[in-house]
């Protein structure tokens, strides 16, 4: 039995949106099926970080590549109890800002990271961030934006909204 659009209440245009969210959705599972999205060097990159840095930082920021970043934390006298890929970090003499970034990602702790995201609501996220550019760039602004607006980690939906919009994919993110 065929059921007329415009009878049954949707419209073409509702119809082709939900084609569109159905084959995005679609490349998004497919995409959860095969993690293999790593950053194999972090210092590759340093050069467009840094300038992502510079023109969304309200404060001068250093951007810190470590191969580890608890053990960074540890020799500096304040362990923490997980190891993330990144963390703001604020000189406690100078008030300094820094951003601490892994150098090597693997494919195990983006899936994990975009997998957060996602809960947070951020459903395309896998989309946007497909690349080690453009997942570094927002892990970087995500880190930026605990620094630059004073949120503490309880606000991670609300760096990553930040980081998305200075990506310029607010709309497109969630």
């Known amino acids: 039995m065929h059921i007329c659009k415009i009878c049954s209440g949707r419209d073409v245009a509702e119809e082709e949106r939900m084609s569109v969210a159905k084959d995005e959705w679609a490349k998004v599972v497919r995409m959860s099926e095969e993690p293999n999205l790593e950053v194999r060097d972090s210092e590759d990159h340093r050069s467009s970080l840094e300038r992502v840095i510079r023109e969304h930082g309200r404060e001068r920021a250093e951007l810190l590549i470590e191969d580890d970043v608890a053990e960074w934390q540890a020799n500096r006298g304040t362990p923490i109890s997980s190891n993330p890929i990144a963390m703001a970090v604020k000189d406690g003499q100078t008030g300094a800002w820094g951003i601490l970034l892994r150098r090597r990602i693997d494919s195990g702790r983006v899936e994990s990271v975009l997998g957060m995201m996602e809960v947070r609501g951020f459903l395309k996220a ?49």
């Not at 606000?155 to 969630?174: N, T």
Request: aromatic share 8%; with cysteine.
């Open 126 to 174: 896998r989309l946007l961030l497909d690349t080690p550019e453009s997942f570094l760039e927002h892990t970087v602004l995500h880190e930026l934006a605990h620094l630059n607006n004073g949120w503490r980690h309880d606000r991670d939906a609300d760096c990553d909204e930040w980081a998305f919009e200075k990506m310029g994919q607010k709309k497109e993110a969630g």
